[in-house]
């Protein structure tokens, strides 16, 4: 190498350091601060002396990626005595719906209570020798995802114990703005659907909480503090965070996969629907064998929904492969719909006679209603069914404003 070339190269690496060096400037200041940074900069104050639970799984980390159980277990400010994991279990390995056993955390060396096994709620058992139960998980801001149902049931074990419930707040991976989709009745309450707000709610677990215990969503309310964040404002969805994304289940695992949860999550749970569940692009799919692909994919496209694409899919399931953009405007519960009817239109027997006992019940649950099947299945325009959603937004959206945090 000549000492030309030697100039050019090193100038080029310098200006490659530099650049990288100044990338890394620009995503460290517009990082969020989660709620377990908060508290290690609080020195831990509101759990010193006291003896603590955790309720938490892989998500459960600090901005640098350190394990909330780890930081926990290494302060002297409190005893981490007791783990809690929920769904998929404490590693966030097992599939939807498959049951959780308790074990001991080879981290820790800690008992891990499932609350995914033969309980969906802490025991009084569980508790003895607790004073404050903490919760840290990321949830996907969707209703039917089972996280925010562990907080509620962890809630109301507190309140009946009598000792304190935590929340250390975490980003809503959708942003705080998108309030969209079915309510869900009081008979389909459920552990896919246990707090009564829209099927997307715009809120952080942490305001969440402070909701379903003021209004008394959870019995008997319980003693309950929440850690916010710092830097986290509405509009932000994951993307603009900072933050590296731990995916919250198997089939979770992109910081983009919440919105592609809300569209098809919800009608994949019918019998003869493929949407991509178990491969590489999860929910990223929505088709079935009867389906004209390039008549799913023209009508979806008339929508002209902001921030959204839909392209043919053809690989024994036929209909629409989508793409979402981060900051899109659609309301992405109403093109689940819209896949629905147009996927159901072309069944015989139609998608709600495939799907008998317990998987059509588990779909009401994620809906919210049995109403559903009958607007479809009598022609109801998609538009009319959204717009029945509009009235119990409405009120949410006024009911939650005094809960806001950011």
Known sequence: MTNDEFVITHCVMLRLVFLFAALFAVAHAHAVELGIDALEKQNFAILEGKRVGLVTNQTGVDSSGTKTRVILSRTSHCKLVALFSPEHGLDGTQLAGRYVASRRDPVTGLVVHSLYGPT??????????????????????CRSYTYISTMAKCMEACGEKGIEFVVLDRPNPLGGIRVEGPPVESRWISFIGQLPVP???????????????????????????????????RQMTWV?????????????????????????????????????????????????????????????????APGVTFSPYSQGFNGVRIRIEPHNDSNLTALGIH?????????????FARSQGEKLDLFFKSYGSASIRDAIENGTAVPRIVASWNPSISRFQSMRGQFLMY
Not at 274 to 302: H, L
Request: aromatic residues 8%; hydrophobic residues 40%.
């Open 339 to 351: 896949l629905l009817a147009l996927l159901n239109a072309s069944a015989r027997p139609d998608l």
């Open 120 to 141: 969906r709620k802490p025991t009084p058992q569980m508790l003895n020798g607790i004073d404050v139960l903490v919760y840290d998980m990321q949830d996907i801001g």
């Open 199 to 233: 099927y997307v709610h715009g809120m952080t677990c942490g305001e969440l909480a402070k909701m379903a215990n003021a209004l008394g969503w959870v019995q008997p309310r319980c003693r309950l503090q929440v850690v916010e964040m710092h830097g986290w404002s």
């Open 240 to 304: 603009d965070t900072g933050l590296r994304w731990v995916k919250p289940s198997p089939n979770i695992p992109y910081a983009s996969s919440p919105f592609y949860y809300v569209v098809t999550g919800m009608i994949g749970e019918l019998a003869g629907l493929e949407t991509g569940v178990g491969s590489s692009s999860p929910f990223e799919i929505a088709a079935s064998k009867y389906s004209d692909a390039n008549r799913i994919t023209n009508a979806m496209r008339s929508l002209h």
